[in-house]
């Protein structure tokens, strides 16, 4: 062996490169950044407008607008410094409440609890933001072995030269000469082998033509085409010996293994594209020689296995063997013209640079992979969330077409069906034109999977990738999202961020929906949060202007914010998949996570919430029944109010439809959760003391409280109701 090239030069060493790649940003982290910021400067804002309506309160309502007073506080050392460290405390616990630093924990929370669920539907995810990331998808490429179909190639057709069609194990063709040529063809010819009647190693392909040729059913009572072709499965009549082999490759799209011996051969087997144009004769059934004159035959049976989504593997043999120029001297140039010359074989005869020539022609050999009874409804279910499908696969046009149309994935004269060689020839921006359109890739190359990521990327939309293969890797890395199988290689699976473990197209599906939910639960907890936020500030800040000193202490002010970070964050983690988000359009990778219909519930929420807090305290009707046991008894019930109302919420933000009770028995933790919230809350009314500023409340008030605070649900149902009417009723 001569080595050429050694490290990052080699291919192997290229392939870690490009895996070792950073990727960009995921869509959730893209929209948590641009709402980190906008939070940050209301965080800000409120802090700076909450010191001026604490000094306002303190300095100018307390002194009751005397200036000589307000003077005296201001330039009295003592005093201001007093006011000014207790309205930064203040200033510093309003900006604690505002920035959501509950959210990455809710969002890790959340991610977790889902991928536990997502192992029994054979989903492994081995990245968590992946999730989230699936349900964001706009185009999914997938392959088509194992994913779309069975995965198990099994051999249904055989077609000899003269047109004759066999089906598997047809004892007419097994007592045939022409099946012992077959026989030997394919045994020496083939990377896999036989293992108590089952074939190992190899690829696929190999795999099924070993043990359609090793049935043991064969009848030997017809002498051979020729003496020297012996049963290769009789270990004492067998005289072959392997010279040299040329591996098939998907760029050759051949494999040729030269033999010795008994027989002196080439045996080809490959795409009939490449290997048909150099046939000049063929074997009929006795095993006989005859020039291959017409080729019409082949070609409509080549068109009627197609159509059948039956793959097509032609065996051919050559009579030339020389052991001194032997297939080791063929050299990748002389492939790589070898296929130049066959795709421009129609307009050009001369083939005598061409490494094969002169093909007998053994027949056709027919494999098909059946779909997976699921994969039409799975195709149907992506289609109708809004996500495109193609798919890649290495059959020939007219198979991957077939297929395509049998699981309901081309079914429009619009939809393109292309090749691996047509792809090259177009260029980037062109490509991105057609996207839209594409349905199948055939003959495809595994470049053709990192350029069709990065021209989607480009268009800025959000990509999934499936596959299996060492040279899947690098396409796996880059796309939003890598979908590996569980057959598939460990460095694809490395590459990947979710396994999909049964290599079923319907677990893509699952992960999906998953990723779907889970982005409804975080936007249900941004909702949850800046509405109890945005009140919870407004309440402070409007009630020092209007005489209310400190409405709510810091100490409340961080139960509240446990109950709005933490607490919330594992109530709405809670959520099940719902199959129902899969009717949705997907959302653009650049769209912000606060969506119009959550403006409108934390608008509405929170504006209703701070004007029944400031009703509450400013009211006479409240204050004759409240303020008659203290300030301290007023002020107890008004953070009671605060904080039913913010369990009330969470019932209206769980689900965006009227009925508050829809799948709320799937999500137990919710209920737990509001439940405990609840407890600790009474807890505190009854034994907060100075700390939280409460004392005991009557049953009679503690109910008044309640069922003021029971009002938000009729106005956030009220709200829904609205925009059913106006059709604008979507999820969250």
């Known amino acids: 062996m001569q080595v050429t090239e050694v490290g990052d030069k080699t291919f192997y060493g290229n392939l870690a490169q490009e895996i070792q790649e950073e990727t960009r940003e995921t869509p959730l982290k893209l929209r948590l950044g641009n709402l980190a910021k906008s939070i940050s400067k209301f965080g800000y804002i409120a802090a700076i407008v909450t010191v001026i309506s604490y000094l306002y309160n303190s300095i100018v309502l307390a002194n009751h607008f005397d200036m000589e007073l307000i003077l005296h506080s201001i330039t009295t050392p003592s005093i201001i410094f007093s006011h000014l460290l207790k309205a930064s405390t203040l200033a510093v616990t309003v900006i604690v409440m505002a920035v959501p630093e509950g959210l990455p924990m809710m969002i890790t929370v959340v991610l977790s609890a889902n991928m536990r669920r997502m192992l029994k539907d054979n989903v492994f995810v081995r990245k968590l933001v992946g999730i989230e990331t699936a349900g964001s998808l706009n185009i999914l490429f997938t392959d088509k072995t194992g994913t779309l179909t069975q ?81 290769p499965y009789d270990n004492s009549q067998q005289n072959i010996t392997k010279i040299d082999i040329i591996p098939f490759s998907s760029e050759s799209k051949f494999m040729a293994t030269t033999v010795s011996g008994d027989w002196n051969a080439t045996f080809i087997k490959g795409a009939p594209e490449k290997i048909l144009p150099f046939c000049t004769q063929y074997y009929d059934e006795n095993g006989n020689t005859h020039p291959f004159l017409s080729k019409s035959k082949i070609e409509n049976i080549l068109k009627e296995f197609a159509e059948k989504a039956i793959r097509i593997i032609a065996v051919a043999i050559s009579d030339e063997c020389h052991p001194e120029s032997s297939l080791q001297s063929l050299t990748m140039k002389d492939l790589d013209s070898s296929q130049d010359s066959l795709r421009s074989n129609s307009q050009n005869d001369n083939t005598k640079n061409l490494p094969f020539q002169n093909l007998k022609f053994v027949g056709l050999i027919g494999i098909r992979d059946e779909i997976r009874k699921e994969v039409t409804n799975g195709i ?142 975080i936007r249900k907890f941004i909702i949850y949060q800046l509405s109890t936020c945005i009140c919870a500030v407004s309440t402070t800040i409007i009630g020092s202007f209007i005489g209310v000193e400190a409405p709510i202490t810091v100490i409340q002010m961080l139960w509240i914010n446990i109950v709005m970070d933490t607490l919330a964050g594992l109530a709405f983690s809670g959520e099940k998949a719902r199959q129902k988000y899969m009717q949705e359009p997907p959302k653009p990778r650049d769209e912000s996570i606060i969506n119009k219909y959550m403006r409108g519930q934390i608008a509405i929420n929170s504006v209703y919430t701070t004007v029944l807090c400031l009703v509450f305290l400013k009211s006479s009707f409240i204050q004759n029944i409240f303020m008659s046991n203290g300030s301290a008894y007023m002020m107890t019930g008004f953070f009671t109010l605060f904080m039913f109302s913010a369990i009330f919420r969470g019932f209206c933000v769980r689900t965006h439809n009227i009925n508050l009770f829809e799948y709320l028995s799937a999500n137990k933790p919710f209920l737990w959760i509001m439940g405990i919230i609840g407890v600790v809350q009474i807890f505190i009314i009854y034994f907060g003391g100075t700390i939280f500023r409460t004392v005991g409340l009557d049953l009679k008030d503690t109910l008044l409280v309640g069922l003021i605070a029971f009002t938000i649900v009729p106005i956030d149902i009220i709200r829904k109701y609205y925009l059913m009417r106006k059709g604008e009723l979507i999820g969250t």
């Open 151 to 231: 995965g198990k190639l099994d051999v249904t057709h055989f077609a000899s030269g003269s047109g004759t069609i066999w089906k598997r194990n047809e004892p007419q063709l097994k007592n045939t000469n022409l099946w012992k040529v077959l026989q030997t063809a394919v045994y020496y010819n083939n990377s896999a082998t036989m293992n108590n009647n089952v074939a190992i190693g190899g690829n696929a392909t190999d795999r099924s033509t070993l043990e359609f040729v090793s049935n043991r059913n064969v009848v030997g009572a017809h002498d051979c085409v020729q003496d020297s072709i012996m049963n």
């Open 380 to 521: 149907k279910e992506v289609r109708t969330a809004g996500i495109q499908t193609v798919m890649i696969t290495g059959d020939s046009k007219l198979t991957a077409h077939a297929i395509a149309q049998e699981i309901g994935l081309v079914n429009k004269n619009s939809d393109l069906v292309i090749t691996s060689d047509e792809l090259n020839n177009l260029s980037d921006n062109e490509i991105s034109n057609m996207l839209p359109h594409l349905r199948v890739i055939a003959r495809a190359l595994p470049s053709d999977k990192s350029r069709l990521v990065r021209i989607a990327q480009d268009k800025g939309l959000v990509v999934g990738m499936t596959g299996d293969g060492v040279n899947d890797a690098p396409a796996l890395k880059r796309a939003d999202v890598g979908f590996a199988m569980g057959s598939g290689t460990e460095i694809a699976k490395e590459a990947s961020d979710i396994v999909i473990l049964d290599n079923d197209f319907n677990s893509i599906c699952k992960a999906i929906c998953y990723g779907r939910t889970i982005f409804k639960s």
